[in-house]
């Protein structure tokens, strides 16, 4: 029977699934329950409900009508939303076992290749996904090659909940942005982003509560990827005083609180799941980005390395 895959530090534990690359547990000492949702066994992550803790690949989000243009075609993706895509279809790496080709004390590495056609797109391609612990921080670093033309943009789909109060209630979230994604009831990009100053998802004062509104959106914070580590957001919890500071390469970051979450049992040491128990802190690049000129582009060209790295450093305060 497969097992978590166990990486730790001076101050964290993380437990990790090969189905679908999940990060299944992750333990800050002091603090005795997880503060990422799971599930009780590692097969729990082929088709997990919501998403919950896989990476996302190759495309994270939706994708309009199932297509994509790419040079002179038009790629045809699974309508697996009808009549649009979400996290690349029924065929994503977040449904299939990744192979473990690294395991130390601090890190680990898995991967997934797909063959050329696989959801949709071109490309024989490759990602490697590392998990790193050092101190408080948790480092998600995924590399992605293709040898032809193809579209990519990965994410980590763990949501995360700072305290044992049952949901996001007393989180406070900070962004350092206003600008966001305008999206149709279907939840697709417009095209047009919008100024949120003074609205429901105006988190830029870091003192609005993130279970208020029901958020599920993409949040811009730059026109393109960067080559270092950048500000995304910080999200703490007054019940607990434990502090989330996520940085990364990432233009973008899709927040998602849940609400479609089911109600289901949940190991011992993890947060309950159901409506509103977690957040999704998806750093990616912008969702339907083939289909919006004005994105910034998720491609990765023939023999280029595509490098995506999220940074999430945990600490506390008195509360």
């Given at each position: 029977m497969t097992e978590f895959l166990k990486i730790e530090s001076s101050g964290l534990t993380a437990a990790v699934s090969p189905y679908g690359a999940a990060l299944a547990r992750l333990w800050l000492k002091g603090h005795e329950t997880s503060l990422i949702l799971g599930f009780e066994r590692p097969k729990d992550y082929v088709n997990a409900p919501g998403a919950i803790g896989v990476i996302i690949a190759p495309i994270a989000g939706r994708v309009a009508s199932a297509s994509a243009p790419l040079g002179e075609r038009v790629l045809k993706l699974d309508a697996n939303a009808p009549p649009d895509t979400l996290h690349s279809g029924r065929d994503g790496a977040q449904h299939k076992e990744w192979q473990v080709i690294a395991h130390h004390t601090n890190a680990i590495t898995l991967r997934m290749d797909m063959e050329d056609g696989v959801c949709g797109l071109p490309g024989n391609r490759r990602f490697d996904v590392t998990y790193r612990v050092e101190g408080s921080t948790l480092d998600i670093d995924v590399e992605s090659t293709s040898d032809a033309d193809t579209f990519v943009n990965v994410t980590s789909h763990a949501y995360w909940v700072l305290d044992?109060?049952?949901?996001?209630?007393?989180?406070?979230?900070?962004?350092?942005?206003?600008?966001?994604?305008?999206?149709?009831?279907?939840?697709?990009?417009?095209?047009?982003?919008?100024?949120?100053?003074?609205?429901?998802?105006?988190?830029?004062?870091?003192?609005?509560?993130?279970?208020?509104?029901?958020?599920?959106?993409?949040?811009?914070?730059?026109?393109?990827?960067?080559?270092?580590?950048?500000?995304?957001?910080?999200?703490?919890?007054?019940?607990?005083?434990?502090?989330?500071?996520?940085?990364?390469?990432?233009?973008?970051?899709?927040?998602?609180?849940?609400?479609?979450?089911?109600?289901?049992?949940?190991?011992?040491?993890?947060?309950?799941?159901?409506?509103?128990?977690?957040?999704?802190?998806?750093?990616?690049?912008?969702?339907?980005?083939?289909?919006?000129?004005?994105?910034?582009?998720?491609?990765?060209?023939?023999?280029?390395?595509?490098?995506?790295?999220?940074?999430?450093?945990?600490?506390?305060?008195?509360?």
């Open positions: 044992d109060s049952g949901g996001l209630r007393d989180h406070i979230l900070h962004l350092p942005t206003t600008r966001m994604l305008e999206a149709s009831a279907a939840l697709i990009p417009t095209g047009k982003i919008l100024d949120v100053t003074g609205g429901h998802f105006d988190f830029s004062n870091g003192g609005n509560p993130v279970a208020g509104p029901d958020l599920d959106g993409c949040f811009c914070l730059r026109e393109r990827s960067c080559e270092t580590l950048q500000s995304v957001l910080s999200l703490r919890s007054r019940v607990s005083g434990i502090k989330l500071d996520v940085t990364s390469t990432e233009p973008g970051v899709v927040l998602y609180t849940g609400s479609g979450l089911s109600a289901r049992s949940n190991p011992a040491k993890t947060p309950k799941i159901g409506p509103l128990s977690g957040l999704a802190i998806e750093a990616q690049k912008w969702p339907d980005a083939p289909n919006h000129l004005n994105f910034p582009s998720i491609m990765l060209h023939r023999g280029d390395r595509m490098r995506q790295m999220t940074r999430f450093f945990l600490s506390r305060s008195q509360c």
